[in-house]
């Protein structure tokens, strides 16, 4: 957990000190590395690790670009609502790899995205997220939140293989509170 966090706190401040700006909307790649802490068993990157780079990247998004100053900056906070992840084939050791981050789409309460693993031009894992920002615990619009990021960005709901991905997640909880 240390290596997450000093790993989002040198995010936070190449983003805010020496990165160039970018556009919250915009696909964003970055090339990143398996490390051996980012491995299991030494030889390919932990499936928990997918994760942290998903975060990684949305948060570096965040902090290099004006959604951070309509957001951070007025006291809301980020949450992740669900996730998602389809592993293909495994990410090498000591091997560099894109993680690109695109904008799959937004309703009022949610922003969704899909993150591509990608190693030697290969589609290694794509990961879905739902995520949101929150201030005094009710869901902020993220229509309102995005348009006043982005000015150029035309907003567009998410497609339907995204949504359908997410569709039945309070179902599950709600079957799972049954069950307790």
């Excluded at 696909?27 to 990157?45: G, K």
């Excluded at 495994?90 to 894109?98: A, E, R, S, V």
């Excluded at 309102?144 to 309070?170: C, G, L, N, T, W």
Aim: glycine share 4%.
């Amino acid at each position: 957990m240390i290596y997450y966090w000093l790993h989002m706190i040198y995010i936070y401040i190449g983003s805010r000190l020496f990165w160039k700006k970018v556009p919250p909307t915009s696909d964003f790649t970055r090339t990143r590395s398996v490390h051996i802490l980012d491995c299991d068993a030494l030889r390919f990157m932990a499936n928990s690790k997918y994760f942290y780079y998903m975060d990684f990247i949305r948060y570096e998004v965040v902090f290099r670009s004006t959604l951070y100053d309509h957001t951070v900056k007025k006291g809301m906070f980020g949450v992740l609502a669900s996730q998602k992840i389809i592993y293909k084939k495994p990410l090498k050791l000591f091997h560099k790899f894109d993680i690109t981050l695109k904008l799959e789409g937004s309703d009022e309460k949610w922003v969704y995205h899909r993150q591509t693993f990608e190693q030697n031009g290969q589609v290694c894992a794509i990961g879905f997220t739902k995520a949101g920002f929150w201030k005094t615990k009710k869901a902020q619009d993220m229509r309102d939140i995005i348009s006043h990021s982005d000015s150029d960005y035309k907003i567009r709901a998410p497609s339907a293989e995204v949504i359908s991905m997410f569709k039945d997640d309070y179902d599950t909880l709600k079957a799972r509170d049954k069950i307790n």
